[in-house]
């Protein structure tokens, strides 16, 4: 059986807009910067269906 294709694009956009609020913080915040890795990591492998 063929498992049913999900939908990956939610995850990409949270992906792309978890980069830019990573380089506003890292604008604004400086080394504040680290606390939206988790986000980029875990929504970037999400989107390419590794989670």
Same mark, same amino acid.
């Given at each position: 059986?063929?498992?049913?294709?999900?939908?990956?694009?939610?995850?990409?956009?949270?992906?792309?807009?978890?980069? #830019?609020?990573?380089?506003?913080?890292?604008?604004? /915040? /400086?080394?504040?910067?680290?606390?939206?890795?988790?986000?980029? #990591?875990?929504?970037?492998?999400?989107?390419?269906?590794?989670?």
């Amino acid at each position: 059986m063929q498992a049913a294709k999900k939908s990956r694009g939610k995850y990409w956009v949270g992906f792309l807009l978890s980069v #830019v609020v990573f380089f506003v913080v890292y604008h604004f /915040g /400086g080394g504040y910067c680290s606390m939206i890795l988790p986000f980029n #990591v875990t929504l970037f492998a999400m989107a390419l269906d590794l989670m």
